[in-house]
């Protein structure tokens, strides 16, 4: 079968890599000149597979009020003339009852725990290398309310398979010795054994060379796509800025962009760009080695060989990926106030992108009222974490196989 993927970030070229694996013929769209460089490009660098908690929870809503006007807040919603987002909005708000957080997080630690087996089978089988560490996952909390928060979300995800250990603040140090020194309180921490970390983007474009090299898949990089042409119930090609390409199956996977090629095939997806940003440090000997994320400012930390990456924050403000000096201001301060015995000069990058997010937290994966239009889109700020599962639950859907998990609370008929 010839299939067309459309998006050669991680989630594209992860399931280029499954099904041209499987011996289909793949083609792949990107308008980039590279793959994983919108973005997988610089993101946090964590494979956290334990991570299960939706953004939209009860929690949330005491703090978007307080948040949606402070440059430094972890979630920021921008209040603009934005129907999407208004819309978006909406529902985020109604998947914040604790019935739905807890349906969602069955969903996510579902698909998180499928895709922790899908990568050490991607990983072996394909060789590629990514700067990977294979440690863990340490979460540290500031504050004991949000820590007595996240030991309830651990136990609960104990009950569902997913192992994790309560970590004081002595324990937090034996696991990571730099928050010796650490520059505010660490009251105590979860620690994820499943967890990972490693550089999205060198997987991305290594398992992109292989998809060449070994099956002779087709990128079309610098290719942009105009539009997906349709006739009776079927794709029929699509069309870009070099031509017009056909195959028997298409696969979205465009990230935010999603909706705005699918509103006209009549098809509406809840997808809503969150912005995020991340910057680059070079390590040295106070840098942390093992993967964190911290409670309170939402910001991970990840080891990628010589370099520190930390990212956070999610910013709503439509369609702009421009980086903004008073977002990142607040990461380079968490860094410095967190490992003060770093002294990190000026970041040797700082970056932005845009995480295409649904609003109650898994991503769409599956079939369309089109036979051979299949979605693999909207994961949020897990796309890496997911993109090994989500590629082999695509695969298997186009070839019409039993999927190994239940596609419960994944498909777009949930909306």
């Known amino acids: ?21 499987r011996g289909h013929e793949v083609e792949v769209i990107e308008r980039q000149a590279q793959s994983g460089c919108e973005t997988s490009f610089a993101n946090g660098g964590q494979l956290s597979f334990s991570h299960a908690e939706p953004w939209a929870n009860p929690g949330v809503l005491p703090k978007v009020l307080k948040w949606m006007f402070k440059d430094d807040a972890p979630l920021v919603f921008r209040p603009r003339a934005d129907l999407e987002m208004m819309k978006w909005g909406l529902k985020f708000l109604m998947n914040c009852t604790a019935n739905r957080a807890l349906s969602n997080s069955v969903s996510l630690l579902k698909l998180g725990l499928y895709s922790k087996k899908k990568m050490e089978q991607l990983r072996v089988f394909s060789g590629v290398t990514f700067d990977n560490r294979r440690d863990g996952i340490l979460h540290i909390f500031s504050q004991q309310h949000e820590f007595d928060h996240a030991v309830e979300q651990a136990r609960f995800q104990e009950r569902l398979g997913c192992p ?17 020194h650490a520059g505010k309180p660490v009251v105590g921490g979860i620690f994820q054994p499943l967890d990972e970390s490693g550089d999205a983007l060198t997987f991305t474009q290594e398992l992109a060379k292989r998809c060449i090299s070994e099956y002779k898949a087709v990128f079309n990089y610098g290719t942009q796509l105009r539009a997906i042409n349709h006739s009776g119930g079927r794709i029929t090609s699509v069309t870009t800025d070099k031509g017009e390409h056909k195959a028997d199956a298409y696969i979205l996977s465009l990230g935010s962009y999603s909706p705005i090629y699918l509103k006209p095939l009549g098809i509406r997806v809840p997808i809503y760009p ?28 990840s080891r990628l060989g010589d370099r520190l990456r930390i990212a956070g924050t999610a910013e709503f403000a439509g369609y702009n990926a421009t980086v903004r000096p008073e977002r990142i201001a607040p990461i380079v301060r968490a860094v410095k106030q967190l490992f003060p015995k770093c002294e ?27 036979d051979n239009l299949y979605l693999n889109t909207g994961h949020g700020t897990l796309g890496w974490t997911q993109a090994a599962g989500s590629a082999t639950l695509i695969a298997d859907i186009i070839e019409n196989r039993p999927t190994e998990i239940s596609l419960d609370g994944l498909t777009l008929a949930r909306y």
Request: charged letters at 15%.
């Open 1 to 21: 079968m010839k299939i067309i993927v459309l998006g050669s970030g991680v989630i594209g070229v992860s399931a280029a890599y499954v099904l041209s694996s």
């Open 164 to 180: 994790a250990e309560i970590a004081d603040r002595k324990k937090c140090i034996q696991l990571e010795p730099a928050l010796e």
């Open 274 to 301: 969150m912005k995020g940003y991340s910057v680059t440090f070079p390590a040295n000997h106070y840098a942390p080695a093992l993967s964190l994320t911290d409670g309170e400012h939402k910001i991970v930390y």
């Open 344 to 370: 990190f000069g000026a970041p040797t990058s700082e970056w932005a992108c845009l995480r295409p997010s649904t609003p109650d937290g898994p991503p769409i994966i599956g079939k369309t009222l089109y």
